[in-house]
């Protein structure tokens, strides 16, 4: 004679199978306890309906309760800082996160700058917002195949925030505390400068390394070395500088000039002992793709090439501190 739960386990979506951890029937009740490692949250829905339909209606079940479990996916946080405003950190982290992901990482990104989110523009999903389960955020998918959450998504366009220290910190713990499923890196794009939502970074989440961005003028290199001096002081190595807005060719005759100043980012990393991580040219091309929300890192050409050179370090990088 057939087993119930054996009848039950024929009945299953092939789906389910390589999945399936224990099957029992206990009072009419079917308890499915399947390992949903891998799978985002959309999977994870699709899987539990698939199984509950299956099971749903067969001999002896009156209640079909699905258990989903995984091993907790351990997340390394790379923060992109800069002690000035302006020298295109966000640009930089909205790249740096595409890139990785085209060299096959689990990408999410997280626009911490709360008093000048940029990143759903960039990404070229603004008006979408996230939207919530069991109290906590789901990023909002991008076209590039990062999910991105952003105090942008959360506020109406163009309002002002005015917030204390406290509340900025709880707002960063919402967007790092959420459903990132299988993301197995974040990319958090810092504010400018060492204040409180910093500060609440390095006790609370701890980040794995810190990219530091500047252009290359001394006004600016004085503030990324605040910038690294607090990374230091909360622990925090630093995997390199970037050099942004490093020379600008003129598209008429093809002279290049540095209307910031040259080399001086990576005679500082030298100064501070790290590594040099590379130049960002000021380019008309970066703007213009950037304010269309079609970041250049997932396309083709020069800037590609070097925002996956920046990508290959940064992922050698972590591979190395395993």
């Given at each position: 004679m057939t087993e119930p739960t054996e009848t039950l386990r024929a009945a299953l979506p092939p789906q389910a199978l390589p999945r399936l951890q224990s099957l029992k029937l206990v009072e009419g009740r079917a308890i499915v306890v399947l390992d949903a490692a891998g799978?985002?949250?959309?999977?994870?829905?699709?899987?539990?309906?698939?199984v509950k339909d299956a099971l749903t209606g067969q001999p002896g079940v009156s209640e079909v309760r699905v258990a989903l479990i995984a091993d907790k996916v351990r997340?390394?946080?790379i923060a992109v800082g800069s002690g000035k405003g302006g020298v295109g950190k966000s640009t930089v982290s909205a790249n740096l996160a595409i890139a990785l992901a085209r060299l096959g990482r689990k990408v999410g990104l997280v626009d911490a700058d709360i008093y000048g989110p940029s990143q759903p523009r960039l990404l070229g999903i603004e008006g979408r917002r996230p939207e919530a389960a069991d109290k906590q955020l789901i990023p909002v998918k991008s076209p590039w195949g990062v999910p991105?959450?952003?105090m942008g998504q959360l506020i109406e366009p163009g309002k002002a925030i005015a917030w204390r220290g406290p509340m900025a910190g709880n707002a960063l713990g919402q967007l790092i505390d959420a459903k990132w499923g299988d993301a197995e890196l974040l990319v958090v794009d810092l504010p400018p400068g060492t204040g409180d939502v910093q500060l609440t970074m390095l006790q609370r989440y701890k980040p794995d390394g810190a990219v530091?961005?500047?252009?290359p003028q001394d006004l600016a290199l004085i503030d990324a070395a605040r910038a690294i001096q607090l990374f230091e002081v909360g622990g925090v190595p630093v995997i390199g500088m970037v050099e942004n807005m490093a020379g600008y060719q003129c598209p008429h005759c093809g002279e290049v000039s540095d209307p910031f100043g040259q080399g001086g980012a990576e005679a500082a990393a030298a100064a501070h002992g790290m590594a040099f991580l590379g130049r960002i040219p000021l380019e008309l091309s970066i703007r213009a793709a950037?304010?269309?929300g079609v970041p250049p890192a997932a396309g083709e050409?020069?800037?590609?090439?070097?925002?996956?050179?920046?990508?290959?370090?940064?992922?050698?990088?972590?591979?190395?501190?395993?």
């Open positions: 799978l985002d949250q959309t999977e994870r829905e699709h899987l539990e309906t698939a997340r390394r946080i991105l959450l952003s530091i961005v500047s252009t950037s304010d269309a050409g020069a800037v590609a090439d070097q925002f996956a050179s920046l990508a290959r370090q940064v992922a050698a990088w972590l591979d190395n501190q395993r």
